[in-house]
């Protein structure tokens, strides 16, 4: 799927940070101007959960992927289609 940039601020070919789950995360944060205490605060988690998302070091549960579409204008589809490949790529590292 390809994601218009002027609503979701991605461009027209997705790289290959754009496809994990940490750089979904990051990108839309930052786009924001926010920083990873803000998100936090605004998602319900800490500051370490959103760095560990955004290194790739853990995936969003099951209740924090709804609060980040919803915060972060993400759509789901990627969300979650970026947590799974993230997932695989954890559980290869472990």
């Known amino acids: ?10 461009g027209d070919e997705m ?6 789950l940490g750089g979904q995360i990051k990108n839309a944060r930052l ?3 926010w920083t990873q205490d803000e998100l936090a605060e605004r998602v319900g988690r800490s500051r370490i959960s959103v760095s ?7 995936v969003p549960g099951v209740t924090a992927i709804p609060r980040l579409v919803a915060e972060l204008d993400i759509p789901v589809e990627l969300l979650v289609a970026a ?6 790529n954890i559980e290869v590292a472990a």
């Open 83 to 88: 947590s799974q490949h993230t997932k695989k």
């Open 31 to 33: 786009a924001r101007g």
């Open 15 to 20: 790289s290959t940070k754009q496809l994990t």
């Open 52 to 58: 560990d998302w955004e290194r790739g070091v853990k």
């Open 1 to 10: 799927m390809i994601y218009s940039k002027r609503r979701h601020g991605y």
